[in-house]
């Protein structure tokens, strides 16, 4: 079993938070974790860088001197990659790097890296946000109380708190997502995971329904 202590927005305990790892996931398997990172990453790739081919500079195709008589190595037109000035031999073309692994891997993969947040001791069980307006001194405040201030950290809300994003929107390396948006690779690219009870609460009953 793994206990956590659930604290409040001052900081102190207000209890404590159990269940079996095995209603979360399955062992962690790294390599499945690094195939979704890489993923994800590719995902991410714009692909639009984009050189010019000799047949895409401007110029003309004329053979700058004749083959044979002069002396000289033989040569083209001015457009050739081995001339200054001239197209690029393997010129980049924009393309799409993104592709998916399947949706059970994915959401097996994002089990696994909540569980290791919390075999790592890197998960803190918030026992609930109580913000009635948008602050960033509020979040700000919390986050300094909890010990993770400076430090990059995901709060993961159950269902879309917008004042807690609004709140926390201004301070650097600070992201908020709801509980059913999260994958492997947001919980993996942040150091620590603020979650609350009902949260965790909705990731297990989630994941218990999932894992065989």
Aim: with cysteine.
């Amino acid at each position: 079993m793994i206990s956590v202590a659930i604290r409040d927005m001052s900081g102190a305990e207000s209890g404590s938070y159990e269940f079996d790892p095995a209603e979360l996931s399955r062992p962690i398997n790294r390599q499945l974790l690094h195939d979704a990172v890489v993923m994800y990453e590719a995902n991410r790739r714009a692909g639009t860088a984009q050189t010019k081919s000799r047949g895409m500079v401007n110029g003309s195709t004329r053979k700058l001197y004749r083959q044979k008589g002069t002396g000289r190595a033989r040569a083209g037109n001015a457009r050739t990659p081995v001339r200054r000035g001239g197209g690029h031999a393997f010129a980049r073309k924009p393309r799409n790097f993104g592709y998916r692994l399947p949706r059970k891997a994915l959401r097996a993969a994002a089990r696994m890296a909540l569980l290791s947040k919390f075999q790592d001791d890197q998960a803190i069980v918030l026992s609930e946000w109580n913000c009635t307006e948008p602050k960033t001194r509020v979040v700000a405040n919390v986050l300094a109380s909890l010990g993770v201030a400076g430090e990059s950290v995901l709060l993961a809300t159950d269902g879309l708190d917008g004042n807690v994003r609004r709140s926390a929107r201004n301070i650097e390396n600070v992201q908020v997502l709801p509980a059913s948006d999260l994958n492997a690779w947001v919980l993996l690219r942040n150091r620590r995971l603020v979650v609350t009870v009902a949260a965790l609460d909705c990731l297990l009953s989630r994941s218990a329904a999932a894992v065989v």
